[in-house]
């Protein structure tokens, strides 16, 4: 496992230094409504470093999904700045950066690891190499059988894993997930949190977590941004919990977690 | 077992209703020449199998190769359409129109412009099966997930690899809809453009049969005709089975 953000700060002497992957300035984004306009984003900033993962906790409605969608160059802000590796055109921020979304999302005439092998074939890799990078993926991540399956043979948490292959094998600098695990059940969900989490040590890039569960936020965010009701500003930020290679369970049970979530739904009163 | 109940009931209405047809014309309740008995029909299929089955071929040919050519049409025009928005306005308003020019209007026109020969089949056959298959695959092509677009756009899919690896199988489903809907009046396409002007096909021996009061023949062609749409429909539906096998699948929960 290597080194994530919070325990490498006594390293940071050798390792090279963190760079900013994501800024946002002031974002504000309308929507076109019935009568006049909706505000979803409100004058909203943060940075994310290209080491860390960042999570965003706020109600439903916030605007916490067109935050991802603005920063992924798929939908244009109202207002204030965006750039993602200092690039703020929207085709270049395309470019780097990859979202998952909370629906698999997954091709039900693929196998899949002709899913996961898509993200490579769209960067035109050719389908056979796509496979072999894929299944080495999927060995690693303990997928390995699954590999032939049909799309509608597996459960919502392997689909939600091919999908998580599939993001990783695009090869972005930028991670944006939104509420990746928010369709699973509880028991399914603890898994994948500490299944992302030893994926996400594995490579360190920049994350961007968006999820209205505090726990998960906490668990597997480096720095956790509380976000209000629309429209959504920053009402708090809070450190991640640092797991530092205790289990999950123990984690979560942690006293200073739960003083730490204590903070968060604070901030969402 | 399975297959005893689901066919054993239209096996056994069918079965019921051939009797009773043949017990009228038996009894005389009908002149033969105006509707002969079942038996007759066979005999006449038994008796005439060389020139019906003369007759079926360029029919066959003609539906299968018109229905090709619809095929290819209704798909191009709805991929036509679906990449340009302009095209759309422009040219969807004419598709529906030619669906509102009456082929019978167009079919003796096609005969004076192409001859006897099979063009004219083809043509008439193509315009009526075009339609099913061009609006359904345009529908298809309209209804892919958005959420799904968006996943393909982050991971870098340009407007081909969106058509080829997301639009087009997603419309699969859906073309397949409108070519079973297309197959099965292409047989009528067929028979429609021969009865206009042919001197070969189902479409003509049944005029000719007519003509002559061979009513026997005339019924013979038309259990042809029916069996080709049947098959024809079947093997649209067996190919559907194999290249779109998800369709029919339980949908995976979101």
Not at chain 1, 25 to 47: I, N, Y
Not at chain 1, 80 to 97: I, K, T
Request: with cysteine; aromatic share 6%; net charge neutral.
């Amino acid at each position: 496992m290597s080194v994530r953000a919070p325990e490498r700060e006594s390293l940071q002497a050798d390792a090279a230094p963190a760079r900013v992957a994501v800024a946002v300035t002031a974002l504000t984004k309308e929507f076109p409504a019935r009568r006049g306009t909706v505000t979803a984003l409100d004058g909203l900033s943060l940075t994310v470093r290209d080491d860390e993962v960042l999570g965003i906790v706020g109600p439903s409605g916030c605007g916490k999904s067109t935050l991802l969608e603005i920063v992924a160059g798929l939908e244009p802000q109202s207002g204030g700045e965006v750039a993602v590796e200092g690039r703020s055109a929207p085709g270049e921020r395309l470019a780097r950066c990859v979202l998952m979304p909370q629906r698999d999302l997954l091709l039900p005439w693929r196998s899949a690891l002709d899913n996961a092998g898509l993200a490579l074939e769209l960067r035109g890799v050719a389908r056979r190499e796509a496979r072999r990078a894929a299944a080495e993926l999927f060995a690693r991540f303990g997928l390995g059988e699954f590999a032939a399956a049909r799309v509608d043979e597996l459960s919502g948490g392997m689909r939600q894993r091919v999908a998580f292959a599939r993001t990783l094998l695009a090869a972005r600098p930028v991670l944006l997930l939104d509420e990746p695990f928010a369709s699973l059940d509880a028991i399914t969900r603890a898994e994948l949190q500490e299944w992302t989490r030893a994926a996400l040590a594995d490579e360190p890039r920049a994350v961007l977590l968006v999820t209205h569960d505090i726990e998960e936020a906490l668990y597997l965010c480096d720095r956790v941004l509380v976000l209000s009701r629309r429209p959504g500003t920053v009402r708090a930020e809070l450190p991640g919990y640092p797991v530092d290679g205790r289990s999950r369970r123990d984690a979560v049970t942690a006293a200073e977690f739960t003083e730490l979530r204590h903070r968060a739904l604070e901030a969402l009163a | 077992m399975r297959r005893a109940r689901q066919w054993g009931p239209p096996l056994a209405l069918l079965a019921i209703g051939l009797a009773l047809w043949e017990v009228a014309a038996r009894v005389g309740w009908v002149e033969d020449y105006l509707l002969p008995a079942p038996s007759e029909v066979a005999r006449a299929l038994v008796e005439d199998r060389e020139l019906l089955l003369d007759d079926a071929w360029v029919t066959g040919q003609e539906v299968v190769l018109g229905f090709a050519l619809a095929l290819a049409a209704g798909v191009a025009i709805a991929v036509g359409l679906h990449l340009s928005a302009v095209a759309r306005r422009a040219v969807y308003p004419l598709v529906v129109a030619s669906q509102a020019v009456p082929v019978i209007v167009i079919a003796p026109i096609l005969v004076i412009w192409f001859g006897f020969g099979m063009t004219p089949k083809l043509i008439v056959i193509a315009l009526i099966c075009f339609f099913p298959i061009a609006v359904n695959t345009l529908d298809g092509l309209r209804a892919v997930d958005p959420a799904q677009v968006k996943m393909l756009r982050t991971l870098g899919a340009g407007r081909w690899a969106m058509l080829r690896r997301l639009e087009l199988p997603s419309a699969l489903p859906y073309m397949f809809s409108g070519a079973k809907v297309a197959v099965a009046v292409a047989v009528i396409g067929a028979v429609f453009g021969e009865l206009v002007g042919s001197d070969a096909g189902l479409g003509h021996a049944i005029q000719v049969g007519t003509a002559q009061l061979l009513t026997a023949r005339v019924f013979a062609a038309v259990a042809i005709l029916s069996a080709m749409a049947i098959a024809l429909f079947g093997l649209v539906s067996l190919i559907e089975r194999r290249t779109v096998p998800w369709a029919g699948r339980r949908r995976p929960a979101v």
